[in-house]
């Protein structure tokens, strides 16, 4: 078996679908098997992939695990020499499987690759899934200031968003193959020794920076990870996170506990500040600000389509009139 594709689903029945037919669309030109792992979804997603997909390896949770500990769960029945973790809202293209195993196979010291989402523009972008640099406390400042004090769309900030992406690492060569620090979860194309060897994803984060942590531990047994261009997949992005109400909790909490696990007690309590105060704080009074002058655009726009709509009445009034 070449490789063991495990997906992680969470009450997203039609974007499983989309994602589960993407992957049989791969020729069998390589060794597969599809491991759907569920938490507890509510929907129809367990039936879907019963009715629709009786080859995909099925494993059912009582409860929401999280990703981390589900995705443990698939790596200890997966059979195939890698492992691709691939999320629910991500498509594959016919290609991309194919291309991957080719090449881990070319580069023997790579423990862990991924490739962009096709969609994006170019490489240097928070979108490009792959970052030079590990976060710190002041590039994690760095994301949140940016999130709550961004720009309205129409103002053009190349000229200062080229710098921070840089600083952040999110800049990117333009390369077939380049070394980074870490690639986001969305793709995660790994050895399976490499999984067996650092033990599989860190439980303790429910759900965000798993991939960062694997990605730090996979270059601390003397693996690298990398990026390649070769071959591209789509990621919607925050489908299931989207329909949690403590979204912005989780993500503290998996970050405070990065920040515990490599920077140390004094940085996770700078970081807890941080995220309080910008985070959950400023982010939501932006929200909120965004959410009061949206109703109060839509409501003069509609106050004047009332009195635009007046005023014909009346013009036709007048004109029956003068008849």
């Excluded at 060794?31 to 938490?39: K, M």
Aim: positive net charge; contains cysteine; aromatic residues 12%.
């Amino acid at each position: 078996m070449d490789v063991s594709i495990t997906i992680v689903n969470w009450n997203q029945t039609t974007l499983l679908e989309e994602c589960l037919r993407s992957i049989f669309a791969t020729p069998r030109t390589v060794q597969y098997e599809v491991i759907v792992i569920d938490n507890a979804s509510e929907d129809d997603s367990v039936s879907m992939v019963r009715a629709r997909y009786p080859q995909v390896w099925l494993i059912c949770n009582s409860k929401n695990l999280g990703f981390g500990r589900a995705q443990n769960q698939a790596m200890a029945v997966a059979q195939g020499r890698y492992v691709l973790l691939l999320n629910n809202d991500a498509t594959v293209q016919p290609d991309t499987i194919p291309t991957l195993v080719q090449f881990m196979d070319q580069h023997p010291k790579v423990g862990s690759c991924s490739c962009p989402d096709y969609r994006q523009a170019a490489l240097g972008t928070a979108q490009s899934g792959a970052f030079r640099r590990f976060p710190s406390l002041g590039r994690t400042l760095m994301e949140k200031l940016w999130a709550v004090f961004r720009s309205p769309r129409n103002w053009d900030l190349r000229w200062l968003a080229t710098p921070v992406h840089r600083w952040l690492g999110e800049e990117l060569t333009e390369a077939d193959a380049l070394e980074v620090a870490w690639v986001v979860g969305a793709l995660l194309f790994v050895r399976k020794e490499v999984l067996e060897q650092v033990g599989g994803f860190d439980e303790r984060f429910f759900l965000f920076d798993e991939d960062i942590d694997l990605c730090r531990r996979i270059w601390a047994t003397g693996w690298t990870v990398a990026f390649t261009t070769t071959t591209s997949f789509a990621h919607q992005g925050g489908a299931s996170s989207a329909l949690r109400g403590d979204i912005e909790r989780i993500r503290g909490e998996s970050r405070a506990w990065y920040f515990r696990k490599y920077y140390g007690r004094m940085t996770t309590v700078l970081f807890r500040i941080q995220h309080y105060v910008l985070r959950i704080c400023l982010l939501s009074w932006r929200r909120q600000f965004e959410y009061t002058m949206n109703r109060r655009s839509s409501g003069i726009e509609a106050h004047r389509n009332r009195g635009h709509r007046s005023l014909l009445q009346r013009g036709e009034i007048d004109q029956k009139r003068k008849q």
